[in-house]
T-cell receptor
């Protein structure tokens, strides 16, 4: 069982470019989340989805968008990347709609130059 | 505003030297407190969930406890493989996702 798969694992991107981080889970969890992790700031929620077809904004949603067309996939898109979006991005899922225990992917390290 | 504060930021221990990590929280109705372990370059891995004051959970050398204002992660006779960053998080009554602390980085030397 793979759990949560994120791609790419690492990417260097020019400012202004569009980028989509992919996240796929095979646990049939209803809830999925995107966090960013920055040194000294910890994990911060970007967007979440409690079930397929619905999404919501987290603590730091500006500059990011998500979609949840089906249960398994939850891509995160940066429409026009900026250097402040340099970070490690983690996708997570939960079997319970009200957070419960989170299962995390291995992360996507993004550098915007 | 809901908040989670972990201390210390970093902790260095000798193998076998027991200690505790602290997680203080202010939250509008605690629905659960969670401990995670994160190894370098990896995603966080779930350790424990605590729901009410007085509750305790154990796993190998780790024991988590909970009061109305804070949680402790006690590490008994740690080994080098316990070296990691330990994250604390809370879920409130109205929230849709976990609120994380900044973590405590533990280094255990042999």
């Amino acid at each position: 069982i793979a759990g949560i798969t994120q791609a790419p694992t690492s990417q260097i991107l020019a400012a202004g470019r569009r980028m989509t981080l992919r996240c796929t889970q095979d646990m049939r969890h209803n809830a999925m989340y995107w966090y960013r992790q920055d040194l000294g700031l910890g994990l911060r929620l970007i967007h979440y989805s409690n079930t397929a077809g619905t999404t919501g904004k987290g603590e730091v949603p500006d500059g990011y968008s998500v979609s949840r067309a089906n249960t398994d996939d939850f891509p995160l898109t940066l429409a026009s990347a900026v250097p402040s979006q340099t970070s490690v991005y983690f996708c997570a899922s939960s079997d319970e709609g009200d957070t419960g225990e989170l299962f995390f992917g291995e992360g996507s390290r993004l550098t915007v130059l | 505003e809901d908040q989670v504060t972990q201390s210390p930021e970093a902790l260095r221990l000798q193998e076998g030297e027991s200690s505790s990590l602290n997680c203080s929280y202010t939250v509008s109705g605690l629905r659960g407190l969670f401990w995670y372990r994160q190894d370098p370059g990896k995603g966080p891995e779930f350790l424990f969930t605590l729901y009410s004051a007085g509750e305790e959970k154990e796993k190998e050398r780790l024991k988590a406890t909970l009061t109305k204002k804070e949680s402790f992660l006690h590490i008994t006779a740690p080994k080098p493989e316990d070296s990691a960053t330990y994250l604390c998080a809370v879920a409130n009554q109205a929230g849709t996702a976990l609120i994380f602390g900044k973590g405590t980085t533990l280094s255990v030397s042999s």
